[in-house]
């Protein structure tokens, strides 16, 4: 499946400049750095027309790392990676292994030509990030919209190689402040749409849209690479759509349930 194979073909990279370790252990890939960014915590499926008695095992030595793990994160689950009667056993599996879900988002993709937004969003200005201040504040833009931790932003990408080296990120600034980010990286055949943010406090402006715009723009036309895959959340979904991007898989984010 194109969602799951592009998440682990890039999360690889990105875990991996983060100093995480990754492996796949019998159905089960994991991504993980035991970052203070969750991102950076990922486990994924690996399987296709995964059974309910595999699923029942997946999700319970999945329960079991996550416990042992000293930062929490996420099991990246794609729905259409599941058979039908995997699918309906669903629900009591994850409970009966300690897990709840997150929140569901959508594997999108598609083959867009999307015009530089410069001249479309003159209030705004682009930089694409190149120095170690723009990825702390790169970083710092994800850790609020997220609401996560203080310490997420700067473990998110300083001191980042890979991010320098392999996407095509950029910041909007609305006179002078940074509002909003958005990157691109080329993967075989594809560019994957990754760590799409926006300040909490601009939100809901168009800033989220227009940089995404720019970096993609900017990855198609730097890389030749027009096919673009990337994972909406319910909030993101709907700035995907309006651009021309199409579902395919739903996305359980699945977390320990709380006690």
Not at 6 to 21: A, I, K, S
Not at 24 to 36: E, R
Not at 140 to 164: C, F, H, Q, T, V
Not at 201 to 225: L, N, P, S, W
Request: hydrophobic share 40%.
């Amino acid at each position: 499946m194109e969602a799951k194979d592009q998440l682990v073909g890039v999360w690889t990279r990105m875990v991996e400049d983060r100093g995480g370790r990754v492996s796949v252990d019998d159905g089960v890939c994991h991504l993980w750095a035991d970052s203070a960014f969750p991102f950076w915590n990922t486990l994924t499926l690996t399987g296709e027309s995964i059974s309910a008695g595999d699923l029942g095992d997946q999700l319970a030595r999945t329960a079991t790392f996550m416990r042992g793990r000293s930062r929490p994160g996420l099991l990246w689950l794609f729905e259409d990676l599941l058979d039908p009667a995997a699918k309906a056993a669903f629900p009591r599996l994850m409970s009966d292994a300690g897990l709840e879900i997150s929140f569901t988002g959508w594997g999108m993709a598609g083959d867009v030509e999307v015009p530089d937004p410069s001249s479309s969003s003159p209030e705004l200005e682009f930089r694409r990030v190149e120095t170690e201040d723009e990825l702390l504040t790169y970083g710092e833009i994800n850790a609020r919209a997220y609401g996560m931790a203080e310490d997420a932003g700067p473990a998110a990408l300083s001191g980042s190689k890979a991010w320098l080296r392999d996407t095509y990120a950029y910041i909007a600034y609305d006179r002078g402040r940074p509002v909003a980010c958005a990157a691109t990286v080329e993967n075989d055949d594809a560019l994957f749409l990754a760590l799409v943010a926006t300040m909490p406090a601009d939100m809901r402006r168009g800033f989220g849209e227009a940089v995404t715009r720019k970096a993609i723009h900017e990855g198609i036309r730097r890389t030749g690479q027009q096919h673009v895959v990337l994972h909406a959340t319910p909030a993101g979904r709907p700035v995907y759509e309006r651009i021309g991007y199409r579902t395919n898989s739903a996305v359980h984010f699945i977390q320990l349930a709380s006690q």
